[in-house]
């Protein structure tokens, strides 16, 4: 099977490209920024024509929320336009699409995790951006699954791990807001949940399916922090602060845990719990 990943130098793509040699079996074609935009039809058009891929997994994104409040026009232009392009090129070669989209399409007022079914309400323009992305790719229609998720991070990229990994190793002390909450979400997991979808699809079958993927558990920032401390060593102390105190451009939903049953109900995947899975990464982290 040919598989081709876009967006392979991010988080995402980075993990799947690690897992991508352990899946002799695929072939896989691996592109980013410069080689490939994926908002430049022309260029998608020539690099699916000439990989033929089964499968293609969307890992690229606009993922700059606060900036993306002063520069909305690049926000749009990745998340949906880009979105738009990629869907194109899948129902031109009858290709499945995996399109990775955000908990941020939810306003975080609901006092339960969200389903696939829950109305989307988003309050930045991150988080709108991704929404209309996933729209657009329901009106081309190519065979399609989007899996949203949450609080991503790896060894690889900048994420709030590394960022908690080196203030820790500055600081003694360090403040963490408390009243967000959600579920931190390890890439390497979510690229092994995609790799089980792609790998057991039905290509006779024409997919419109939307998913939830993140790890087990829930977490306030503050205690994904302390997590990060413990479990690192790190002698850093944490203190919950109130996120009024700490404004950011764009909102964020206060309440973001995501609901997993259609994903491991469907496709058999078991998820690890968060903590388990920080353990595994902050062991194999330089």
Known sequence: MNILVTGSRGQLGSELQELSRKLPDHRFFFYDLPELDITDSGAVGLAVSECKPSVLINAAAYTAVDRAERDPESAFRVNRNGAGVL??????????????????????????????????????????????????????????????????????????VKTMLRLGAEKS????????????????????????????????????????????????WYDFACAVMELSGLGCSVLPVDSSGYPQEAPRPSYSVLDKGAIKRDWGIRIPYWRHSLGAMLSHQP
């Open 173 to 220: 002390e360090l403040q963490v807001v408390f009243d967000q909450t959600g579920t931190p979400t390890s890439a390497a997991d979510l690229a092994g949940a995609l790799m089980e979808i792609s790998g057991h699809f039905d290509p006779s079958r024409h997919y419109r399916e939307t998913y939830h993927y993140s790890n087990e558990g829930t977490a306030s």
């Open 87 to 160: 869907a194109a090129a899948c129902r031109d070669v009858g290709a499945l699409l995996l399109h990775v989209s955000t908990d941020y399409v939810f306003d975080g007022n609901l006092p339960r995790p969200y389903r696939e079914s829950d109305p989307p309400s988003p309050s930045s323009v991150y988080g709108c951006s991704k929404l209309q992305g996933e729209q657009l790719i329901g009106e081309i229609d190519p065979s399609h699954i989007i899996v949203r998720t949450s609080w991503l991070y790896s060894r690889h990229g900048a994420n709030f």
